[in-house]
Structures are given as C-alpha cells and as structure tokens.
C-alpha cells in the first residue's frame, strides 16, 4: 500500500517563503519521480513542479520556473517544494503524487497515488 503525506502548508504574506514536505513509502522511492500539483478555489488540478527519481531531472510550471524549487532526500523518502516570493495567486491546496514511472511529466494522469494535499494561503 503507497501512502503519501504532505506537510508544510501555511498562510504567510506575499513575497516570504514556505517550504512543503512530502513523504511516501510502500514501493522504492527512487524508482519514481515525484510531483506536485495544485488546486485553487473553483479551479482545476494544475502541475507545478515534477523531479526524476534519482533527483538529476526536474520540470517546472512556467508560472513558478523561477520562484520554486522542487528537490528530494531518497534516503529519507522525501521530496520537498520550496516556495520563494510567494504571491497571492499562488493561494491553493498543494498536493503531492508519485508517477507511474521514474522520469516526472506535466501529466496528472501519469501520477498514480496522492497524498490528501496540504494548504497555502498568501495574503497581499
């Protein structure tokens, strides 16, 4: 049975930082790119940043390419989402999912177990 467990979520102002955690275990977390999605108020799931299983390949959102960074500790099962100059629109609950293969994509078919999603509020 995969389990994956978000963490790190908060409200903070425009412009700080947050940083997500997401841990998963059940299967050999470095045979699988990990991602991140999220899903504002009265919109769709969106991709926002995918890492390969050993960590060398990442894929980014255009809205967050140079504001996030996503990065993973196999040895500790986690992948992490850091969040700098956060901005209002950035406001949604973040979810973490594991693909169905070692190599990430922009694809939310492509991800094949979720976490429950942890959220993020940025206030202007």
């Known amino acids: 049975q995969v389990q994956v467990v978000e963490s790190g979520g908060g409200m903070v102002q425009a412009g700080e930082s947050l940083r997500l955690s997401c841990t998963a275990s059940g299967r050999t977390f470095s045979a699988y790119a990990m991602g991140w999605f999220h899903q504002a108020p009265g919109k769709v799931r969106e991709f926002v940043a995918g890492?390969?299983?050993?960590?060398?390949?990442?894929v980014y959102a255009d809205a967050v390419k140079d504001r996030f960074t996503i990065s993973r500790n196999n040895a500790k099962n986690t992948v992490y989402l850091q969040m700098n100059s956060l901005k209002p629109e950035d406001t949604a609950v973040y979810f973490c999912?594991?693909?169905?293969?070692?190599?990430?994509?922009?694809?939310?078919?492509?991800?094949?177990?979720w976490g429950q999603g942890t959220q993020v509020t940025v206030s202007s």
């Open positions: 999912a594991t693909h169905n293969t070692r190599w990430p994509t922009m694809i939310e078919y492509d991800y094949d177990y």
């Open positions: 890492i390969s299983g050993g960590g060398s390949e990442t």
